[in-house]
């Protein structure tokens, strides 16, 4: 057996969805003449209650384009150390807005409003960066899958309000978090400027993520999509793929979710493992004891078709998904007693 737990980006289109993109309608979509285009971003901004929405090619790109469309060269964005934006985006935010980010110390990947207020540099204080945008990323990738609760978000957003800066959202995985704490979309839309959310994750789309917002920012998105070399013609295939999943891949996440708490209890069983994260969504995070050697025990896991991811300095992580299944998971579970 086969079992890629590396990442929830592993899934393939299941033959539902395959059939589905073979009957899109397409058209030009850098004329905006795509329908299965624009219904998926129509049907997105609705369910946030946003204005607008725009389809990117991937997460990196969309929250590029919403950085820039927040800030100016020179300018600084308050984000958690352990944020994608500043870790994983091959250091865009400098490439592409010629910006800074301050990093903040938060909890599992998550800030507060106490920590973004001391994060602000004062505006007439010329000598430091203007501060412009805060980032949130829910869940957090590197906080092993945990998420905001909507008041933590509310006491951001007012510190936001009071500063005069803008608020994205990277919601790469946000269908985990708005599934597990059975979370309305409405209510982010109308706590952020800008969200991004992920496709091609969990809910099992070949591709895409949809930048979601305020009109007021979004007008300037299809500019900078094609800046960043994001226009795409007849990209309906890719974007019905993604419109199936919204509609059907979304309430199934719970089964991840599950089964990642399902994982961690066994992994916490473990002679080898000494911590296991608390688990709230499809992430599962964990440490080995120091007597034992990572690269070995992914060695051992691997040799037995399992296939996991090494973060360094003794932290472990695996991603549960669509392609991960009962028969995959009663393998997984049966393995781990007897590794
Ligand atoms: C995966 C991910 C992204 C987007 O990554 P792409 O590979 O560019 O699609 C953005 N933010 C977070 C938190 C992610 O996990």
Request: hydrophobic share 40%; net charge negative.
């Amino acid at each position: 057996m086969k079992i890629d737990l590396r990442s929830d980006t592993v899934t393939k289109p299941t033959a539902e969805m395959l059939e589905y993109m073979m009957n899109a309608e397409v058209g030009d979509d850098v004329y905006k003449e795509d329908p299965s285009v624009n219904q998926l971003e129509d049907y997105l901004a609705n369910l946030f209650g946003m204005d607008a929405a725009l389809y990117f090619p991937t997460g990196t790109m969309a929250n590029q384009a919403a950085i820039k469309l927040h800030t100016q060269p020179g300018e600084q964005l308050i984000c958690d150390k352990w944020a994608h934006v500043f870790n994983y985006e091959g250091g865009g935010v400098a490439f592409n807005s010629g910006v800074s980010c301050k990093l903040v110390d938060g909890h599992r990947g998550k800030i507060t409003a106490d920590l973004v207020k001391e994060a602000i540099n004062p505006p007439d204080f010329y000598h430091s960066p203007l501060s412009s945008l805060v980032c949130l990323e829910n869940t957090t990738n590197k906080g092993g899958g945990a998420c905001y609760d909507l008041d933590n978000i509310r006491e951001i957003k007012k510190v936001c309000q009071q500063n005069g800066l803008g608020l994205h959202l990277d919601g790469a995985r946000l269908f985990n978090a708005l599934v597990a704490k059975n979370q309305d979309p409405k209510d982010f839309g109308n706590l952020f400027d800008t969200i991004s959310v992920c496709l091609s994750k969990g809910l099992g789309a070949p591709m895409g993520t949809v930048l979601i917002g305020k009109d007021k920012l979004m007008k300037n998105a299809i500019r900078v999509r094609k800046v960043l070399g994001g226009g795409m013609r007849q990209i309906g295939v890719m974007a019905s793929g993604a419109y199936y999943a919204l509609h059907n891949h979304v309430e199934r996440l719970e089964i991840d979710n599950n089964r990642a708490l399902e994982i961690g209890q066994a992994l916490g069983k473990h002679s080898a493992i000494s911590e296991v994260e608390e688990i709230e969504t499809n992430i599962v995070i964990f440490y080995l004891h120091k007597e034992f050697d990572e690269i070995e025990f992914m060695r051992n896991l691997e040799s037995k078709g399992i296939r996991i991811s090494n973060m360094g300095n003794g932290k472990m992580r695996l991603v549960t998904h669509l392609d991960y299944k009962d028969a995959q998971h009663n393998y997984f579970l049966d393995t781990l007693k007897n590794l």
